[in-house]
């Protein structure tokens, strides 16, 4: 069974910095490529980031380019989210998602979610 | 950027009717085209993957159709575990691979 946990998310003020993570098991990680999905509260899901499974290739949204860095250590199963300079607008929960041979972007398994509130 | 427009923002519907949501891209997308559900306090899950393939153990009352620009998911009769907001997804070749911004089914 896909399972995908993510962790480090908190309260942090506006222009500081997490790392989020997700560790993923029931599936041979470095075969897949992962995602980053977010949510503000009571709002629609927002895609934010994904890399490939050997992690040569990433892409991001406009809304994070050039202060959110996507990254993963296969050897630990796990994929990173650097969320830096942070806003307001950054709140929300967020999910570490397995893509799909089909495509990078289509995701089969989520996790619970990381939740992240930036006070201004 | 392609944006993802769905119709109708809140459906309401009996147990046992059919409901019929729809998603417009603003340029193709071919057939990349994923709708997932998403119940209260959940995460997503995925319903259909290139426009009409049902995912890993979803019901055959869920299935989606179309091509191009215009999408449609049918869930032909409502049961109580169907009640939730659902979101179309394109994957086509480039991001950013957005959102629709969701259709709640409601019971009326």
């Known amino acids: 069974e896909v399972q995908l946990v993510e962790s480090g998310g908190g309260l942090v003020q506006a222009g500081g910095s997490l790392r989020l993570s997700c560790v993923g098991s029931?599936?041979?990680?470095?075969?897949?490529?992962m995602n980053w999905v977010r949510q503000a509260p009571g709002k629609g899901l927002e895609w934010v980031s994904t890399?490939?499974?050997?992690?040569?290739?990433?892409h991001y949204a406009d809304s994070v380019k050039g202060r959110f860095t996507i990254s993963r250590d296969n050897s630990k199963n796990t994929a990173f989210l650097q969320v830096s300079s942070l806003r307001a607008e950054d709140t929300a929960l967020y999910y570490c998602?397995?893509?799909?041979?089909?495509?990078?972007?289509?995701?089969?398994?989520w996790g619970r979610g990381t939740l992240v509130t930036v006070s201004s | 950027e392609i944006v993802m427009t769905q119709s109708p923002a809140t459906l309401s519907v009996s147990p046992g009717e059919r409901a019929t949501l729809s998603c417009r891209a603003s340029q193709s997308v071919s057939s990349n085209l994923a709708w997932y559900q998403q119940k209260r306090g959940q995460a997503p899950r995925l319903l259909i993957y290139g426009a009409s393939t049902r995912a890993t153990d979803i019901p055959a009352r869920f299935s989606g159709s179309g091509s191009g620009t215009e999408f449609t998911l049918t869930i032909s009769s409502l049961q109580s575990e169907d009640f939730a907001v659902y979101y179309c997804?394109?994957?086509?070749?480039?991001?950013?691979?957005?959102f629709g911004q969701g259709t709640r089914v409601d019971i009326k």
């Open positions: 890399i490939t499974g050997s992690g040569g290739t990433t």
């Open positions: 998602a397995k893509a799909t041979h089909v495509s990078v972007a289509l995701v089969d398994s």
């Open positions: 029931g599936f041979l990680f470095g075969g897949y490529a």
């Open positions: 997804q394109h994957y086509n070749n480039w991001p950013p691979w957005t």
